[in-house]
């Protein structure tokens, strides 16, 4: 079983740079590895993803809220709170929203990947399990 993983790199400007010109150039082409994010410092990746936007995509990945709502009660937290991180995480892509039918404006939050993992590479590596899949793989290879 073969996980999927998405990368979040941590690069200096040159890299960072040299990164963004080549996936420009090369995109389309589908010659670039369209598994990695690239990040120009650790600042901005903290900024991105804390823990409470990795709880949300976790609880999203593994219970499939059908609102905010309901996420923010699988969270234990404020819906407010919820509902800033996740308009955030749209904003980003890492998250898409799918409108419910019916007369209350009610939207439905979507992972926009469909990646088990997503690992944070910087000066300390972080992997964090997203999928249900993932998080089962992972304890079997820990016993």
Do not use: W
């Amino acid at each position: 079983m073969k996980l999927k993983i998405l990368n979040l790199i941590i690069s200096n400007r040159k890299q960072f740079m040299t990164e963004a010109r080549e996936t420009l150039l090369m995109g389309k082409h589908g010659k670039k590895d369209s598994h990695s994010i690239y990040f120009d410092s650790e600042e901005t990746i903290k900024k991105c993803i804390t823990t409470n936007k990795l709880q949300i995509l976790m609880a999203i990945a593994r219970f499939s809220p059908e609102s905010i709502n309901q996420l923010a009660k699988v969270l234990g937290r404020e819906y407010p709170h919820v509902l800033k991180d996740c308009n955030f995480l749209e904003t980003i892509g890492f998250i898409k929203y799918e409108k419910l039918k019916g007369p209350r404006k009610q939207f439905t939050p979507k992972l926009a990947f469909d990646y088990d993992i997503i690992r944070i590479k910087s000066h300390l590596e972080e992997i964090h399990p997203i999928s249900q899949r993932s998080n089962n793989l992972l304890l079997s290879r820990e016993l």
